[in-house]
């Protein structure tokens, strides 16, 4: 079947190029823009009370202006605050209200706002969405800061502004040159990588064209899919895209480019050539497509909406990856020929390999010793995934020196580290009956002999129906403590204080936290093994193998450990970071697992064509490592360099994923696809095919590779 679709692509490349150009154009012309996606139903599934909570907040409170940031005002000298001063906070606060910004509905001072020290003042800024990421807002928050210059001149205030809204501003303005950077970065790794491998201007760059005529058909199609099919997929998953059509389409493209060279080199004419390639090639890179696709679309399992919409619009553009490298690629080079690799005439000289080369032959001569070394290495670095702990609190990633950590820290000096968003807990009564005073007062006293925190008077809403109480904690929102009191403690104490015809529901950014913990460590339970064992089929139908299938995906998973231990290892145990971020687990899976499982599949996909050549289990292992090391090791060091670039970022956060992508693709590529997996395949022997024969197959015409071994005879199992 890949036989036909080469010989057709190659046959017809104008017409298989005119395709493909027609195709983009005009499902970029048709398909929808993509929308952003902002509510919590983007994260959780309405079962959870946190969402139910929201729900009951637009319901019944649905003019009631929200709690986006609070702004934080203390003397320049750090001393108490004065009259004066206190009048000034007052005064600047009405100047800022005065503004009229949108999505702003009020900035008032209260009777509490001022610190029993009297050091530290607040001012509330209320918004007209309940949404504190809402873009305008964020926007709105930004000309706060810029319209208080004027009106603190001639006053001893110090104002900073941090919460919700100012704590998001912060953290995209923080961050708001990744996405470019890795693009470049990206750009600029594949071109120099390419030419300096292939020594071809024309290589370097028309992989960069051919993906980007994926990116715009993969992006129409997922807009499209996103308008027919109900598919929640956000606008900002174009930078995500960037990465995952870059790290497979070089792959891809790579897989296919060295083995049309190699059959130049025996003699074959570039036509001839590019059909063969895609002919031995083909299966592996539909392989490696399927593998990464189902594990996407694994994601369908999970519990959180993002990562449900996110699974099925990375499927598609890996399909469309897939297409393009089976048609428009071989179509492409068909056309060139050898000039595809001018000036350079390297290509047809036959490379050394010749640090490759030792390693295939030290595998084949010691499998045992290669197997015990990487696989301890993995060990060793995976044990670190015994002391990971994952953290909520984004802002600990931030820069000290931003706006709204420097806020949120001198608003301690004086107040609940809650204060700047509290949990909402609502009273409901049943059956459509309406609160009664005492109950809402006797359910208020209950809150507050629990002690979690300031309980602050509760608001009824207009039917009467539901009483809404705030509880200011102690802790950050965000951090683990204040998430571990709203996975249980709390949310015990105030279900069971809810009198008899209520039900009381608990809100809030750390009730919204702890429903999501919930939720990503029941994915994990179920996303990651369904990944693996849909995995486990597709490379059981290339290798016709039960028992290849299984070791890989142990590889694969202790790979996945190897990852984050190693990541733990350094920035928790070394660097003494509180924890590591709680999406980083899916990342990883993301890019690691899913897209590195293509380097396995590359490997074993050669050492069974080697096998079924006649060669015997150890000439096989040395044969495979020596062609294919160049073809993985050039495909990972490029994605591993793209994530990379992010450890220059000031966002502890973003370097931290940085280096477990990065980190990851190197480990699955150089230590595992390379050295772990080969030995264990030689040290199975025969068995390693089991209960599938490997049958001789015909070499393709044109003269004998020179870095073949001598033809023995063909085994059997």
């Known amino acids: 079947m890949f036989g036909r679709v080469g010989r057709s692509a190659v046959k017809h490349p104008w017409l298989t190029i005119l395709a493909w150009v027609i195709a983009a154009i005009g499902v970029a012309a048709l398909a929808p823009p993509l929308k952003p996606v902002s509510d919590q139903a983007e994260f959780l599934p309405s079962h959870y009370e946190s969402v139910q909570a929201a729900e009951v907040q637009k319901r019944a409170f649905p003019q009631q202006e929200q709690p986006a940031s609070v702004i934080v005002f203390r003397r320049a000298d750090n001393g108490r605050l004065t009259d004066t001063d206190l009048a000034d906070v007052r005064k600047v606060a009405a100047g800022l209200e005065k503004a009229d910004l949108e999505k702003i509905g009020a900035v008032e001072t209260g009777p509490q706002a001022v610190s029993e020290n009297g050091e530290i003042a607040l001012a509330s800024i209320l918004a007209t969405t309940d949404n504190p990421y809402d873009e305008t807002l964020m926007e709105s928050v930004g000309e706060l800061r810029e319209e208080a210059v004027p009106l603190l001149k001639g006053t001893s205030l110090h104002m900073g502004i941090t919460g919700s809204a100012a704590t998001a501003l912060d953290t995209k303005e923080s961050s708001g040159d990744t996405d470019a950077m890795i693009m470049m970065a990206t750009l600029v790794l594949l071109i120099v990588l390419l030419a300096a491998i292939f020594r071809s201007p024309l290589i370097a760059v028309l992989p960069v064209l051919v993906i980007a005529l994926v990116f715009v058909l993969a992006t129409g199609l997922i807009s499209i899919a996103s308008e ?46 590019m059909t063969e390639a895609v002919t031995r090639v083909g299966e592996t890179i539909a392989s490696a497509a399927g593998a990464v696709v189902v594990a996407f679309l694994a994601l369908l399992l999970s519990s959180l909406g993002m990562l449900k919409a996110l699974g099925p619009a990375l499927a598609i553009s890996v399909g469309v990856t897939l297409v393009a490298a089976l048609t428009l690629v071989p179509a492409v080079f068909s056309l060139l020929g050898t000039k595809a690799f001018w000036p350079s005439k390297a290509w047809s000289r036959e490379p050394k390999h010749t640090l490759a080369a030792r390693t295939g032959a030290l595998t084949a001569r010691r499998p045992g010793l290669v197997a015990a070394v990487s696989g301890g290495l993995l060990a060793v670095l995976a044990a670190g995934v015994l002391s990971l702990n994952t953290v909520f609190d984004s802002s600990s990633s931030l820069p000290k020196d931003l706006e709204s950590v420097q806020a949120a820290k001198e608003l301690e000096r004086g107040f609940a580290a809650g204060q700047t968003d509290p949990t909402w807990v609502f009273l409901e009564a049943e059956d459509g009956g309406k609160l009664e005073q005492d109950q809402i007062d006797a359910y208020g006293e209950k809150l507050a002999a629990a002690d979690f925190g300031r309980v602050t008077p509760p608001a009824l809403a207009p039917k009467g129906d539901i009483a809404k109480f705030g509880v200011v904690l102690a ?23 809810a009198p008899d015809g209520t039900r009381a529901l608990v809100g809030g950014t750390s009730a919204v936290l702890a429903d999501i913990q919930h939720a990503t460590n029941r994915d994990y339970s179920v996303v990651f093994p369904a990944a693996g064992l849909a995995i486990m089929l597709i490379l059981g ?15 694969v998973g202790l790979g996945f450990a190897a990852t984050l231990g190693a990541t733990v290892w350094l920035f928790q145990n070394i660097a003494g970071e509180a924890g590591l971020p709680f999406t980083l687990p899916v990342i990883v899976y993301l890019f690691v697992v899913a897209i590195g499982t293509d380097y396995n599949i590359l490997m074993v996909a050669r050492l069974r064509e080697e096998v079924a050549h006649g060669s015997s289990p150890a000439q096989a292992v040395r044969q495979a490592i020596t062609h294919s090391t160049s073809t993985v090791g050039t495909a990972a060091v490029i994605l591993a360099g793209t994530f990379g670039v992010l450890l220059l970022a000031e966002n502890s956060m973003l370097r931290q994923m940085g280096f477990a992508v990065a980190f990851g693709i190197l480990l699955t590529a150089f230590v595992m696809a390379v050295l772990l997996v080969p030995a264990v395949t030689t040290l199975l022997g025969h068995r390693t095919w089991w209960p599938g024969r490997v049958r001789p197959a015909a070499e393709p015409q044109g003269a004998p590779d020179p870095a073949a071994p001598e033809p023995v005879p063909a085994h059997r199992t």
């Not at 059509?245 to 130049?264: K, P």
């Not at 802790?475 to 204080?497: C, F, N």
């Not at 139908?541 to 590889?555: C, D, E, G, K, N």
């Open 228 to 273: 027919a099919g109900g598919l929640q997929a956000d606008a900002s998953i174009g930078s995500i895209l960037i990465v995952v059509l870059f790290g497979v389409g070089t792959d891809y493209l790579l897989f296919l480019l060295f083995r049309y060279r190699e059959f130049l080199r025996r003699g074959q004419a570039p036509k001839e050539a």
């Open 475 to 497: 802790h950050k929102p965000d951090s683990d403590r204040a998430v571990d009191l709203l996975s249980g403690p709390l949310r015990d104490a105030a279900h069971e204080a």
């Open 541 to 555: 139908l290339l290798l016709r193998s039960v028992v290849a299938p299984v070791y890989l995906m142990a590889a």
